[in-house]
């Protein structure tokens, strides 16, 4: 549903996070693509002293002259679209970005309060306050220029032989990079309850391993943009002309190397082919030139330096980085680090450095016709740095007692529907069925925000010191991670801060987590009855929940372990029944002649089907005794699909739905809602649909897994 998650892509790999895009505002959003209204110009923004009130389900966001058999999407949709033109620091906009949008003017009330230095602040207003407003201090930044950057830049430049190479990005990973490979810790996939080292592949500039591949005129033209912004970025990083231009060729030769060793993202999705757990030396015989135990050391973690065994999770991608480490030059390595320093750092350095950042990551790939103002950049580098901090006074201003007892109460009956239907099964056998139900019953829900809070105390901020907190935020993370390895996993932990608009699923944990950002209107509305709410958030409960059991969930057991619990016929008869879905969803166009992948999307597809259905059936339980009655001209059940559709109301620039087909593990927003109710009787009963209308399916043809 909404963008049911997301994280930065080492983390993904980490927290083995099977979560899911309801919205936008998530790097994993998906939005459908049909034409949009023009760019907006935004309106002046200042701070909000309260949140405003959208409703769960807002009629002027509906077109009523839409026949809701033909495109239930576009009757839910149409009016929102209309009435919520993209604003011009947007590359796509929805009911979950505008959501996440009022959560950056509250919050930025909140921090500019905070940044007043005034007695009586308290631990986590100071910390964040300083922060943001070093964040602003622009003046500042532009007069230091890169010179934070500097050790880092001294070592890469000083680095005559590649014997080096392990002490020079020690310090450059701890501070928060990832290239040209990530470290870090997770959960040992064959034992959750144990945390080990993780090294994982990384170090592409271009946003997927195809865009380095694919032949057609599109690539090749977005390629050759690239090598000129890899160019200029050199240039600016103090490069002379001549060699940024050989420097930036260098790069593009490493990084195609490298992808063609990488997995695919739909490779990736299959937790078996990123379990590859071998000893330090089993790694070092995949990278001779490379020495892990210098690494190690130089990291300066105790808990690292004494690391025996680490899952790898791509082999064949360590492999091709030992070659290229025999074969490349230090010259050429030397300016692949420079670009990467300063690409991973570009929106921590001054504003050329930012712009030509945009100008190719979000002008040219996506679309975006304008920068965000800086205060909206501050709020989300605050969040991203010391979000407990900050998550501590969002959830003491906005998220009441009541509103968490009623989203737990919704999770228990979404989870107990859940058990009723898995019992009632007529494809799987008793012995799955009791699996099943034992995961199910031991399924963690997290609501609102930690029981504990992160202490960040120990982390040096200097208000004339922007770009050295963003790094010494990152490195105080990197080495809270790293000091996890070889200790049993701290299950109370949150990988979303409180202020964010969206929700996940953890495979490894078991758990479903839903910050206080998804659990308020427009996404949970206290003011309105159970049909939309249930519609709205009982379908990212239900999505949450049947992700432990989708394609990739399902081969978690209930304590977390990569293990095969389901009878061989029963796991052919899911395989079949998935199949279906990924069929239908490769039939739809994304944009242009690009349709959806359906084995990319399957996961999220499965979650949407899946949690809608759930959520339809705890409604119909829940309000069982209730007499309903029609509101507005819509009966309680119609009440509860419109409510279920318009949490997917967007828009999308072209570009940016190119670049979603390629990356994205969601479908578009339309099809997100089309694909769903076509497989649900429930919505044709409820809209009284004729066989042979768009929306409603061939009965032999609906999918039906849970």
């Not at 790097?27 to 009130?53: F, G, I, Q, S, W």
């Not at 149409?78 to 947007?90: A, E, L, R």
């Not at 007692?401 to 989203?407: G, L, M, P, S, Y």
Request: proline fraction near 6%.
């Amino acid at each position: 549903m909404p963008t049911r998650h997301t994280t930065d892509p080492l983390r993904v790999t980490f927290a083995t996070l099977a979560a899911c895009a309801l919205l936008a505002g998530s790097a994993l959003a998906a939005e459908p693509t049909t034409a949009a209204a023009p760019a907006a110009k935004a309106p002046e923004m200042r701070p909000l002293t309260a949140l405003p009130y959208s409703p769960s389900l807002d009629l002027a966001d509906m077109d009523r002259t839409v026949d809701p058999c033909v495109d239930f999407y576009a009757y839910s949709c149409n009016g929102w679209i209309k009435n919520n033109p993209i604003p011009g620091d947007q590359s796509r906009w929805s009911v979950y970005a505008k959501a996440s949008n009022d959560n950056l003017q509250y919050l930025w009330g909140l921090l500019q309060q905070a940044a007043e230095p005034k007695p009586g602040r308290s631990v986590a207003e100071q910390q964040t306050g300083d922060f943001f407003a070093a964040c602003m201090d622009e003046a500042t930044l532009e007069k230091k220029g890169v010179l934070a950057l500097a050790p880092d830049v001294a070592r890469i430049n000083g680095m005559t032989s590649l014997a080096a190479l392990p002490v020079v990005l020690a310090p450059i990973h701890l501070a928060g990079a990832t290239f040209p490979f990530g470290f870090g810790s997770n959960q040992d996939f064959k034992d959750s309850q144990q945390v080990i080292a993780f090294a994982v592949g990384g170090g592409l500039g271009l946003p997927d391993r195809d865009y380095y591949l694919k032949t057609d005129d599109k690539s090749k033209e977005l390629r050759a943009k690239y090598l000129d912004h890899v160019e200029k970025m050199l240039v600016l990083f103090g490069d002379p002309a001549p060699a940024a231009k050989t420097g930036a060729a260098a790069v593009m030769r490493l990084e195609t190397a490298l992808a063609e060793a990488t997995l695919t993202r739909v490779e990736k999705r299959d937790p078996y082919q990123l379990d590859h757990r071998m000893t330090l030396a089993d790694l070092q015989k995949l990278t001779p030139n490379f020495d892990w135990s210098v690494y190690l050391k130089a990291l300066g973690v105790p808990e690292v330096a004494g690391v025996k065994e680490l899952n790898v999770t791509e082999p064949k991608f360590f492999a091709e980085l030992g070659k290229l480490l025999q074969s490349a030059s230090v010259d050429d390595w030397r300016a692949y680090l420079r670009w990467h320093l300063v690409n991973e750092r570009a929106e921590l350095l001054p504003k050329a450095f930012v712009d030509q950042d945009f100008d190719f990551y979000r002008r040219t790939l996506r679309g975006q016709s304008e920068q965000q103002p800086r205060w909206k950049r501050c709020v989300q580098l605050v969040d991203n740095a010391l979000g407990e901090a900050l998550g501590q006074v969002f959830v003491a201003k906005t998220f009441s007692a009541d509103t968490k007892a009623r989203a737990v109460d919704m999770t228990q009956r979404i989870q107990e529907t859940m058990g009723e239907r898995i019992r009632a099964l007529d494809w799987m056998s008793d012995a799955t069925k009791q699996q099943a139900l034992a995961k199910l019953a031991t399924m963690k829900n997290k609501v609102g925000y930690p029981d504990k809070w992160r202490d960040y105390s120990s982390i040096r901020l200097d208000r004339a010191d922007f770009t050295g907190n963003s790094m010494r935020a990152a490195e105080f993370e990197n080495r809270r991670q790293m000091a996890k390895i070889g200790k049993p996993v701290e299950r109370g932990e949150w990988a979303m801060t409180p202020p964010t608009v969206n929700a996940y699923y953890n495979a490894q944990m078991n758990d479903m987590n839903f910050p206080a950002g998804i659990l308020l209107p427009p996404m949970f509305d206290t003011k309105l009855d159970d049909a939309p709410n249930y519609g709205d958030t009982g379908s990212t409960i239900g999505h949450e929940l049947t992700h432990g059991f989708d394609d990739e969930g399902r081969q978690f057991d209930g304590a977390g372990n990569l293990h095969e619990w389901w009878t061989a016929e029963d796991a052919k008869r899911f395989k079949e029944r998935a199949k279906c879905v990924s069929d239908q969803y490769s039939q739809y166009v994304v944009v242009d002649d690009i349709k959806i992948n359906g084995e990319l999307t399957l996961g999220e597809d499965l979650a949407d089907l899946g949690g809608t259905i759930i959520a339809y059936e705890a409604w119909k339980t829940a309000t069982a005794t209730q007499k309903l009655a029609t509101a507005d001209g819509l009966t309680p059940a119609q009440r509860f699909f419109v409510g279920f559709a318009q949490w997917a109301c967007s828009a999308t620039k072209p570009e940016t739905a190119r670049l979603r087909a390629a990356t994205d593990p969601h479908s578009p927003g339309r099809d997100r809602i089309n694909g769903v109710v076509v497989n649900m009787p429930q919505f044709a009963e409820a809209f009284q649909c004729k066989a042979g209308q768009p929306m409603v399916k061939d009965p032999a043809q609906v999918c039906r897994i849970w």
